[in-house]
T-cell receptor, first 113, second 112 residues
Framework: EPEVTQTPSHQVTQMGQEVILRCVPISNHLYFYWYRQILGQKVEFLVSFYNNEISEKSEIFDDQFSVERPDGSNFTLKIRSTKLEDSAMYFC???????????FGSGTQLSVL | SQQGEEDPQALSIQEGENATMNCSYKTSINNLQWYRQNSGRGLVHLILIRSNEREKHSGRLRVTLDTSKKSSSLLITASRAADTASYFCATTIIQGAQKLVFGQGTRLTINP
């Protein structure tokens, strides 16, 4: 079965540093999402992306966050200046246009020290 | 805000028993989905039920939807130890973006 691939699986960074989380979507999928989950809490929507632009973003997705699809395959989430409270598991999810279910990657565990 | 709330937050049962989890939401929806998450892993889609459907089955899973009460339930029959996971309901709203809004989840433990 096709998979969403996320790298790295773990990322440790110092507060104030930039991080880039990467995702390779399923090849024929058109809708891309980033979610995050703080340990033991619910899965929170960050941003949706379609046709090379942001469709919707949450309050969490402030100016420190950005997304892009730099090469037509990878889908990245950048956090410019990380904060302690950015520590969470970040999930990429993708969806094709015929089916409303999301396919999730295994996540990147981000730890900000 | 429109949001799923699962009940109970945690459920522990013996293998072979049935497990029922409930979800409530606040605003009108297009569909409601259930996902499963094994510890430290991504979410896996289990089943989708549309707003005009009342019940849906998939293997040992049975989902019901009551739009008048804005609630859904997920029943897992004949539970197995491998069903141990967290289960989340998620909704897409009418006239909204494609995003799914997830609830808090129910942590299900199946004891052998």
């Amino acid at each position: 079965e096709p998979e969403v691939t996320q790298t790295p699986s773990h990322q440790v960074t110092q507060m104030g540093q930039e991080v880039i989380l990467r995702c390779v979507p399923i090849s024929n999928h058109l809708y891309f999402y980033w979610y995050r989950q703080i340990l033991g809490q619910k899965v929170e929507f960050l941003v949706s992306f379609y046709n090379n632009e942001i469709s919707e973003k949450s309050e969490i997705f402030d100016d420190q966050f950005s997304v892009e699809r730099p090469d037509g395959s990878n889908f990245t989430l950048k956090i410019r200046s990380t904060k302690l409270e950015d520590s969470a598991m970040y999930f990429c999810a993708t969806e094709d246009w015929t089916d409303e279910k999301l396919f999730f990657g295994s996540g990147t565990q981000l730890s900000v020290l | 805000s429109q949001q799923g709330e699962e009940d109970p937050q945690a459920l522990s049962i013996q293998e072979g028993e049935n497990a029922t989890m409930n979800c409530s939401y606040k605003t009108s929806i297009n569909n409601l989905q259930w996902y499963r998450q094994n510890s430290g892993r991504g979410l896996v889609h289990l089943i989708l039920i549309r707003s005009n459907e009342r019940e849906k089955h998939s293997g040992r899973l049975r989902v019901t939807l009551d739009t008048s009460k804005k609630s859904s339930s997920l029943l897992i029959t004949a539970s197995r130890a491998a069903d141990t996971a967290s289960y989340f309901c998620a909704t897409t709203i009418i006239q909204g973006a494609q995003k799914l809004v997830f609830g808090q989840g129910t942590r299900l433990t199946i004891n052998p």
